[in-house]
């Protein structure tokens, strides 16, 4: 079989079932390599496209360097492409267990990275449809006395994203980048078309947000005004 005939589900099938292979070769890159815990989310993706690579390979959706695409910088979306039929995206994502607080090290359970934002969403989505983007999500657990990777999952995008008690995505309030769901709890978003329904319903309620604190600055400065004015 061609690559060009080679099927998307076919290849994270694929790629899914090597989970714990990609795992125990990162485990051995850790041991064998001196990574900063400030550092490390980055610093470990250009191992995750060597080892993607080669499991890729192996399973022969990969006959050479025209059968994938690896991002050119970190603004680029996605961090890798595979050329198969459809084109499948792949999000490299990672979060550590311990965290530096107050000046010693605790255990969190939820990383709080970027997930893409409100915006940015429909346009990737407009590109690669949303059965066709997936995320390799790392967790790693580093602190001054420990560099471990602990798990390694790779799944649809939406099932990394978490849910605020409002039910309307995690994000952060200034720009909409969107927050992952605590470490050890299942995927509360478990299909595509919720994960569009919870998309409109969360651009809906930041944009109210938005609005009302907007409406509470004009309502601040037209008295402050009006004060100057008397």
């Known amino acids: 079989m061609s690559l060009s005939t080679k099927k998307s589900n076919e290849a994270i099938k694929y790629l899914q079932a090597a989970e714990g292979e990609i795992l125990t070769y990162l485990k051995r890159i850790v041991r064998n390599k001196d ?9 470990i993706e250009e ?12 399973g022969g959706f990969i006959k050479n360097n025209s059968d ?9 979306f996605p961090d890798f492409e595979l050329k198969t039929k459809p084109p499948l995206a792949i999000e490299f994502k990672s979060g550590n267990r ?34 066709h983007i997936y995320y390799i999500f790392v967790i790693y ?18 099932q ?6 409002g039910k ?3 994000y952060r309030e200034k720009d909409g980048n969107l927050r992952p769901k605590n470490f050890d709890i299942a995927p509360q978003i478990k299909t595509f078309k919720q994960f569009m329904e919870l998309l409109n319903k969360t651009i809906v309620y930041r944009s109210r947000r938005i609005i009302k604190r907007h409406r509470l600055i004009i309502k601040k ?10």
Not at 221 to 230: M, S
């Open 35 to 43: 990574f900063n815990y400030r550092t490390f989310g980055t610093a």
């Open 160 to 165: 990394f994203i978490g849910l605020s008690k």
């Open 168 to 170: 309307v995505f995690k």
């Open 221 to 230: 400065a037209n008295i402050v005004t009006k004060k100057e004015l008397d």
């Open 141 to 158: 657990n580093f602190d001054n006395t420990t560099k471990e990777v602990l798990n390694v999952k790779v799944a649809p995008f939406y």
């Open 98 to 131: 311990s965290q530096y607080r107050g000046g010693k090290w605790v255990k969190v359970k939820n990383s709080e990275n970027d997930m893409g934002t409100l915006n940015e969403w429909p346009k990737k989505i407009e590109k690669f449809g949303g059965d």
């Open 68 to 76: 994938y695409l690896v991002s050119p910088n970190k603004n680029y």
């Open 47 to 58: 191992h995750l496209t060597d080892v993607i690579v080669k499991i890729l390979s192996e």
